[in-house]
């Protein structure tokens, strides 16, 4: 399995305005500059399905596989012969916040998907970190 993580240490936000941020699918698109729009339809809660379409890419149904309130959810998104997982991660420490987002593949076609996918979506997480950590500051 391929697996890239990015944490980062913040006081701006806590938890709560973290879980605010990402259970609210559908706004999702007014602070992450790398998707066009993400729909769910439901409850942000295991077991739904999130629709979103990257900038210039496919649209793409991603599961809701786990989730701990305010402390963790794991999505899951299908590829032919691979499942690449994304995680978020929200960790009181004493210095504040350790937000970590980690991409993983998996699968016989794995290394393909890496390629076309995960590894951009890997280099991109410093950034989106701070993306979401600014639309979480404003709830």
């Known amino acids: 399995m391929w697996t890239k993580s990015h944490s980062i240490v913040t006081k701006d936000v ?5 879980w605010a941020l990402f259970a609210d699918v559908n706004n999702w698109h007014t602070w992450d500059k790398g998707i066009e729009f993400a729909k769910l339809e439901g409850r942000f809660d295991s077991g739904n399905r999130i629709t979103l379409r990257p900038n210039g890419g496919p649209t793409l149904k991603v599961d809701l596989i786990e989730l701990i309130e305010n402390k963790r959810f794991l999505v899951l998104t299908h590829f032919p012969f691979a499942k690449m997982y994304v995680e978020h991660r929200f960790e009181e420490v004493l210095e504040g916040l350790k937000i970590t987002n980690s991409v993983s593949v998996k699968g016989l ?5 890496v390629k076309l996918v995960a590894a951009k979506i890997a280099e991109a997480l410093p950034q989106d970190t701070e993306q979401q950590i600014k639309g979480a500051s404003r709830l």
């Open 14 to 18: 806590t938890k709560e305005q973290m």
């Open 109 to 113: 076609l794995g290394f393909i998907w």
